[in-house]
């Protein structure tokens, strides 16, 4: 079982940046494909973006990119979402995601091709 505990969301206004960061409750990262998805009140989850097991590849929702970054630290089992010039819409319960091999979901931007999910944590971006 892969438990994942995301960390970093909080209040900014807009304009601003956060980092969020996630990672695999007692045991490595090493090796998973991971996600980040958000959602927001009375709207479906949505994927934001995703980054490859060994970090080569990445894959960006429209909506986020060129502000949003994804980047791992296999050394310290984390996964960072790098959020710049957030805007009111962004604001949302962001979710990191993964899954292990055999991998099925790289590609996939339906939440649920993704098998492992963590709590959330709450990004609000005031305007």
């Known amino acids: 079982q892969v438990q994942l505990v995301e960390s970093g969301g909080g209040l900014v206004q807009a304009g601003g940046s956060l980092r969020l960061s996630c990672a695999a409750s007692?045991?490595?990262?090493?090796?998973?494909?991971v996600g980040w998805f958000r959602q927001a009140p009375g709207k479906e989850r949505e994927f934001v973006i995703a980054?490859?097991?060994?970090?080569?590849?990445?894959d960006y929702a429209d909506s986020v990119e060129g502000r949003f970054t994804i980047s791992r630290d296999n050394v310290k089992d984390t996964v960072y979402l790098q959020m710049n010039s957030l805007k009111p819409e962004d604001t949302a319960v962001y979710h990191c995601?993964?899954?292990?091999?055999?991998?099925?979901?790289?590609?996939?931007?339906?939440?649920?091709?993704?098998?492992?999910w963590g709590q959330g944590t709450q990004v609000t971006v005031s305007s």
């Open positions: 007692g045991r490595t990262f090493t090796g998973y494909n």
């Open positions: 980054i490859s097991y060994n970090g080569h590849n990445t």
């Open positions: 995601a993964a899954e292990v091999p055999p991998f099925q979901a790289w590609g996939s931007r339906l939440p649920g091709a993704w098998p492992y």
